[in-house]
């Protein structure tokens, strides 16, 4: 179960954070500004979180397995449709198709884990990991591609991925453990649905979404435009090398996102040793610190740029393996598909407005008020996170 979730969620983040990489030539090809491309991939974001309550539900009543693969299949299908798209009004349909089809996947392949393994910490951790391979070979595999390739080419290559993992998915040795979750019986699925709300609204559950949707606002904001933001910096120009030009930031953005594999796993092994809302306090603190640290050392230095980056994408993905953690301790274990729908219709569904927040700042006001306005909402999500804790002590 674990290798077969591994595989959903590199493909899943191989797909959302090569989207960065593509918005430096779309700005340039769609004749466009910040602010309206960031509304445009904001939406295509923002679907993830639409399918991700449907996917909770089908996940709890029917198993899991089915429903990431047709996430997968959904995701190759939008990526193809983004290579061949004319105009930015279709760039924006594919995104949606996209979007939707990623949603499915969270709510069923953290549900999968969550209700099946007993260390579920180290099993997020290597989950987080497996995401962050993907995070990394997407964003490194279209930046070398564009070298060579037009971006319509690398936008249609990226579909094989999909296929391939696929047919990973149906080798896997999973057996009679392909559905493991047990169909309930008899109870309308609107019904269940709002009996299982219920459960969950009792719980501390409705605090941990607000901290989630935060963080996914923090995320979204940050990582969407960080590309365009390296590019503006004045020691990061274009290189010509025998012939081909390359985007230095590219790749310092894909180091920051191989720093994230490592805060995967030390967010996933800290919930092992640490009672884990103090350690998503943490995780808000480092967050805050990020944001407040990265304008001024925007001019400082090539080197101590770079290393900014890397703590950024450090701390950014320490943090997702501990507010799943948080969620796995607060959720009755019949709501878990459930409860990451909600999860992920905040993080990533109301989330992606960091998109177009990100995109509206740069275009109307500057880097730093950016910055600023992220470092303010993970301190927002450090408080909640901090009431998480009194309310469950109380």
């Known amino acids: 179960m674990v290798k077969f979730t591994m595989v959903g969620h590199a493909l899943f983040h191989a797909y959302e954070l090569s989207i960065p990489v593509f918005i430096i030539i779309w700005l340039d090809i769609f004749t466009t500004t910040e602010a309206f491309l960031g509304l ?7 679907a993830i979180g639409i399918g991700a309550v449907p996917s909770g539900i089908l ?3 029917y198993g899991s397995n089915r429903v990431v693969i047709v996430a997968l299949l959904g995701m190759g299908f939008g990526f193809g449709l983004i290579s061949i798209s004319p105009n930015i009004v279709v760039l924006a349909l594919a995104l949606a198709i996209w979007g939707i089809s990623a949603s499915l996947y969270h709510p069923a392949g953290l549900s999968l884990l969550s209700r099946r393994i007993e260390n579920r910490s180290t099993a997020f951790a290597y989950h987080g990991v497996a995401g962050n391979v993907g995070t990394v070979l997407g964003p490194l595999l279209t930046s070398i591609l ?10 249609a290559l990226s579909v094989i991925p999909t296929l391939v993992g696929i047919s990973i998915a ?4 999973l057996g009679e453990k392909k559905a493991v979750e047990k169909k309930k019986n008899g109870t309308a699925v609107y019904r269940e649905l709002y009996e299982d709300t219920q459960i969950l609204v009792v719980s501390g559950f409705p605090i941990i979404i607000a901290a989630v949707l935060l963080y996914g606002l923090y995320y979204r ?23 081909y030009t390359l985007n230095p930031t590219q790749y310092i953005y894909t180091a920051l996102l191989t720093a994230g594999v490592g805060g995967q796993y030390a967010g996933g092994r800290l919930t092992d040793v640490v009672k ?35 703590l950024i994408g450090f701390v950014i993905y320490l943090t997702a393996p501990i507010y799943q953690t948080v969620i796995a301790e607060h959720a009755a274990n019949g709501t878990h598909g459930l409860s990451y729908g909600y999860t992920y219709l ?49």
């Open 221 to 243: 904001g940050t990582l969407t435009f960080l590309p365009q933001i390296l590019l503006d910096a004045p020691m990061f120009n274009q290189i010509t090398l025998f012939g």
């Open 146 to 155: 564009l070298i060579f390739l037009p971006w319509r080419s690398v936008a």
């Open 40 to 46: 445009i991939v904001g939406v295509g974001y923002a």
């Open 276 to 310: 884990a809302e103090y350690a998503l306090i943490l995780a808000f603190v480092l967050l805050v610190i990020c944001a407040l640290a990265f304008v001024p050392i925007l001019t400082t230095g090539f080197i101590s740029l770079i290393i900014m980056c890397i």
């Open 59 to 61: 996940s709890d009543k």
């Open 170 to 173: 149906f080798k896997l040795p």
């Open 346 to 394: 905040g993080m990533f569904g109301i989330g992606a407005l960091g998109a177009p927040l990100a995109g509206t700042a740069l275009s109307y006001m500057s880097t730093r008020v950016l910055f600023l306005a992220l470092a303010g909402i993970a301190g927002l999500a450090g408080m909640v996170s901090i009431y998480l804790l009194v309310w469950k002590q109380d």
